[in-house]
C-alpha cells in the first residue's frame, strides 16, 4: 500500500467506498419476516429502533436522528401504522407535535431488531478487536470524513 501514489490511494477509497455503499443499499431493499409473515425493511426497523429508544422525540427529531425527510418518515409511519406496528400520538396542549409509540407488535419488532443488532455487533467487534486504539481513532476520523463529503454531495443536488 505505501508504494501506491496518493491518486491511486484516492481511486481505491473510492472504489472500495462504492463497493461498501451497494451493499449496504442492497440490505437496505431486502426486507425481513420476523415470522408473523409481515415483512419488514431494514429503514423500518431503524424508525422502530429509534422511535423505540426516543419515545419523547417528535417526528422531526425522528427524521433528523435518522438523516431523512419529515416527507419520507411521515410515509414510513403511514405503512408502519397500517402493519400495526405504530401509533401516532399528539402531545396534550401541543397542535404542532406528533410523537410515535409502538404498538405490542412494535414492541417485538423493536427486540427483535435489537438482538439482531447485539449479534452483528459481537461480529464487528470481534474483526475490530485487532485494531490498536491508534487505528481505531484514524478509522472513526475517516469516518466523519466521508460524511461530511456525503453531506456536500447531497447539498449539491438538492
Not at 399528539?90 to 410515535?100: E, F, I, S, T
Not at 485487532?130 to 449539491?156: A, I, K, N, P
Amino acid at each position: 500500500m505505501d508504494k501506491l501514489s496518493l491518486e491511486e490511494k484516492v481511486d481505491l477509497l473510492i472504489e472500495n467506498g462504492i463497493r461498501i455503499l451497494n451493499k449496504a443499499y442492497a440490505l437496505e431493499k431486502k426486507p425481513v419476516d420476523m415470522g408473523h409473515g409481515v415483512l419488514l425493511y431494514p429503514s423500518e426497523f431503524h424508525l422502530i429502533e429509534t422511535a423505540g429508544k426516543n419515545p419523547a422525540e417528535n417526528l422531526t427529531s425522528i427524521s433528523s436522528r435518522l438523516g431523512v425527510t419529515k416527507g419520507a418518515i411521515s410515509q414510513m409511519v403511514k405503512k408502519l401504522e397500517k402493519k400495526g406496528l405504530v401509533k401516532k400520538v399528539r402531545v396534550p396542549g401541543n397542535k404542532k407535535d406528533v410523537m410515535l409509540e409502538l404498538t405490542d407488535f412494535g414492541r417485538e419488532a423493536f427486540e427483535w431488531h435489537k438482538s439482531l443488532h447485539e449479534s452483528m455487533e459481537a461480529g464487528i467487534r470481534k474483526e475490530l478487536e485487532g485494531m490498536s486504539s491508534s487505528e481505531m481513532e484514524t478509522f472513526l476520523r475517516v469516518y466523519g470524513h466521508l460524511e461530511r463529503m456525503l453531506d456536500r454531495c447531497m447539498e449539491r443536488y438538492r
